[in-house]
Nanobody, 121 residues
Framework: QVQLVESGGGLVQPGGSLRLSCAAS????????MGWYRQAPGNQRELVAL???????NYADSVKGRFTISRDKAANTVNLQMNSLKPEDTAVYYC???????????????WGQGTQVTVSS
């Protein structure tokens, strides 16, 4: 099994910054894409940022220029630096990873438990 553990959420004032981290552990042969999603009350879960195994990144239009995703392939971690935060960024943020187990030929989707980010004065 694989576990994704997030950290770094919390309460921040508008214009502030937070850094989310996610560490994958368990039976890991390789990881392809890693990403961050978020879900606000009453809304569907949406992609925030994605990074491929080659380092290609993709961002939601609403966070471009404010958020930066990065990963450490050796450590199986992915981070999300969030700057210039707005109240509409308030949501539960989830880490996601596509993981291939040792000896397997397919990738399975794993999710973290979520971390709350609240942007409010």
């Amino acid at each position: 099994q694989v576990q994704l553990v997030e950290s770094g959420g919390g309460l921040v004032q508008p214009g502030g910054s937070l850094r989310l981290s996610c560490a994958a552990s368990g039976r890991i042969g390789s990881i392809n894409d890693m990403g961050w999603y978020r879900q606000a009350p009453g809304n569907q879960r949406e992609l925030v940022a994605l990074i491929t195994s080659r380092g290609t990144t993709n961002y939601a239009d609403s966070v471009k220029g404010r958020f930066t995703i990065s990963r450490d392939k050796a450590a199986n971690t992915v981070n999300l630096q969030m700057n210039s935060l707005k109240p509409e960024d308030t949501a539960v943020y989830y880490c996601n990873a596509g993981v291939r187990a040792p000896g397997s030929t397919t990738y399975d989707d794993y999710w973290g438990q979520g971390t709350q980010v609240t942007v409010s004065s």
